[in-house]
């Protein structure tokens, strides 16, 4: 775990904004766009240059109107009530407890949070968020360039699990799952039944089968919804913390690391996507 970086008196807003988040999320139903704030804003990580990242950028101006930030000012307008009352808390700690929570409010994996991210007014260039249209390669680019990994990029890609995409945002539209407001491994499932009429499965979804590399990451967190919890807890906690403090080990257990030993690609588990050639990049 991360150290302790702010006083006593920071500490308790953080709890006290904590509660409000629940409150707010619970009474607008908001889960979903809580957390695409909170990963657009940290998800602009370079790990070379050390810029972008869970800084509160996203709130200016210029950020805000990138393509890929379409309807997260609703968001954001939602947060300034909860800035209004504990204006001590940085805009970089208020949208990634944002996130936290809405994972957690809606049946998802507690995520241990370690305030104290500085705001920056500095905004990263365009184009540093994943591209739904893309593919293997292309997801590989912006996640390693964040310094995560492919397992990190399979359990963040399972918070698929909440929300829709609209059209007016994004150019696609539907949901991923059958119940967009609760946090479950059932995007992985669904990830595996192939096209099914009313969700969505973008490029980006569907190269996590189509992969191998990715593949057996899908076929366990489809499984066993306790090894994603565990898995997406922790890449959740290292997105939320790039450029903040070093993030925290992976949480692994000898079984699961085990069992991706042993696993073979999906082509061998008879998966849907298997007739279509599989991408190595």
Same mark, same amino acid.
Not at 21 to 42: F, V
Not at 200 to 229: G, I, M, N, Q, R
Not at 256 to 269: G, I, P, V
């Given at each position: 775990?991360?150290?302790?970086?702010?006083?006593?008196?920071?500490?308790?807003?953080?709890?006290?904004?904590?509660?409000?988040?629940?409150?707010?999320?619970?009474?607008? #139903?908001? $889960?979903?766009?809580?957390? +695409?704030?909170?990963?657009?804003?940290? /998800?602009?990580?370079?790990?070379? =240059? &050390?810029?972008?990242?869970?800084?509160?950028?996203?709130?200016?101006?210029?950020?805000?109107?990138?393509?890929?930030?379409?309807?997260?000012?609703?968001?954001?307008?939602?947060?300034?009530?909860?800035?209004?009352?504990?204006?001590?808390?940085?805009?970089?700690?208020?949208?990634?407890?944002?996130?936290?929570?809405?994972?957690?409010?809606?049946?998802?994996?507690?995520?241990?949070?370690?305030?104290?991210?500085?705001?920056?007014?500095?905004?990263?260039?365009?184009?540093?968020?994943?591209?739904?249209?893309?593919?293997?390669?292309?997801?590989?680019?912006?996640?390693?360039?964040?310094?995560?990994?492919?397992?990190?990029?399979?359990?963040? #890609?399972? $918070?698929?699990?909440?929300? +829709?995409?609209?059209?007016?945002?994004? /150019?696609?539209?539907?949901?991923? =799952? &059958?119940?967009?407001?609760?946090?479950?491994?059932?995007?992985?499932?669904?990830?595996?039944?192939?096209?099914?009429?009313?969700?969505?499965?973008?490029?980006?979804?569907?190269?996590?089968?189509?992969?191998?590399?990715?593949?057996?990451?899908?076929?366990?967190?489809?499984?066993?919804?306790?090894?994603?919890?565990?898995?997406?807890?922790?890449?959740?906690?290292?997105?939320?913390?790039?450029?903040?403090?070093?993030?925290?080990?992976?949480?692994?257990?000898?079984?699961?690391?085990?069992?991706?030993?042993?696993?073979?690609?999906?082509?061998?588990?008879?998966?849907?996507?298997?007739?279509?050639?599989?991408?190595?990049?």
């Amino acid at each position: 775990m991360a150290g302790k970086v702010v006083d006593d008196e920071y500490s308790k807003e953080i709890e006290k904004a904590r509660r409000d988040l629940r409150a707010l999320i619970a009474s607008k #139903s908001c $889960a979903p766009i809580m957390l +695409r704030l909170a990963w657009h804003d940290a /998800g602009t990580y370079d790990a070379k =240059t &050390k810029t972008g990242g869970p800084d509160g950028s996203i709130r200016n101006e210029k950020e805000l109107a990138h393509a890929a930030n379409n309807g997260l000012k609703i968001a954001i307008d939602f947060c300034e009530g909860i800035k209004a009352k504990h204006p001590r808390i940085t805009y970089a700690d208020l949208y990634q407890l944002a996130g936290v929570v809405a994972v957690e409010v809606t049946g998802g994996p507690t995520i241990d949070f370690v305030p104290g991210r500085k705001d920056s007014l500095e905004s990263p260039e365009e184009g540093r968020l994943p591209d739904a249209k893309q593919g293997a390669s292309h997801l590989r680019d912006v996640f390693y360039r964040m310094g995560l990994s492919d397992k990190d990029i399979v359990a963040l #890609s399972g $918070a698929h699990t909440l929300g +829709r995409a609209h059209r007016d945002r994004s /150019g696609f539209d539907g949901p991923w =799952t &059958k119940e967009p407001l609760k946090f479950d491994n059932s995007y992985f499932q669904e990830l595996l039944k192939g096209d099914s009429e009313g969700l969505l499965k973008l490029s980006t979804d569907k190269v996590l089968v189509e992969d191998p590399k990715f593949c057996k990451y899908v076929f366990l967190y489809a499984e066993d919804e306790d090894a994603f919890f565990s898995d997406y807890s922790s890449s959740h906690k290292k997105l939320s913390e790039l450029g903040f403090t070093p993030p925290s080990s992976s949480l692994k257990s000898n079984h699961k690391e085990q069992y991706l030993a042993n696993s073979k690609c999906c082509r061998s588990r008879h998966c849907c996507y298997c007739n279509n050639p599989i991408l190595l990049h």
